[in-house]
Each structure stands twice: as structure tokens, then as C-alpha cells.
């Protein structure tokens, strides 16, 4: 596997645009640091490098958000349950998901049939909608 070494100037350059770029975003909004960095990256090196540059400056922005935040105490005084309700989440999207693929719907709003809103299927369209 070639090292950073191998990258070239531009390339080191847009580099650094799309971390400053991604930090911008974190800085506004508060989160989408990888969401931007990642992407950008790829396009001009493969995905490998993409994450393991993004990581780094992405692992610094949340612990400088964890250091300003504070306590975690009130945050986790209040949402101490919420780890308890990932299971009944999971059990609920998986009853969903299996009711979306044995769903056969026919029709001409076959995904209302299946209690799932979507654009309507008509004899105009070509295709229907696989699950």
C-alpha cells in the first residue's frame, strides 16, 4: 500500500481545503465534518486513504466538542434509559422490513398497501416498485 509520501502536491493541497472546508461545516452546524471530508477525499485518492485521513481531524473535532459540552453527568442523568429502548428498535425495524419484503402489493398505490408512503404507481410508469 503506497504511503502519503506517494500523494502529490495537489493533491496534498485539496487536502487540506476539504479539512478546513468539513471543519467550517462542524464549526456551523455542528456536526457533518465526515459527511463532507469523506466524499471529497475519495474523489481524488480511494476510500482507504479518504477515512484514514478523515479520521484523525474528525476524532479531534469530537473530543473538542466532548471538552466544551462540559459534564456528561446531566446528559446522562436524562437520557440514561434511552440504551434500553435500542433493542425494541431493532426488534420493530426488523418486523418492518420483513412485512416491506413479503408485501406483494398490486394496484395503483401498491406502497399504501403495504403502509408505506410513496409516489403513486399508474399504467404510465414502466416499471413497479421491487422490494
Known sequence: MPGFESLSV??????ICVIALAGAVQGALGLGFPIVATPLIAAVTDMR????????????????NIAKTGSLRPVLAEFWAMPSWWPIYCCASRIIWKTMKTCRPTGKWPCLTCGMKCWPVSASTPSMIMW
Open 10 to 15: 495537489g493533491v496534498v493541497i485539496w487536502l
Open 49 to 64: 486513504t479518504a477515512v484514514i485521513v478523515v479520521l484523525l481531524p474528525c476524532l479531534a473535532c469530537v473530543a473538542t
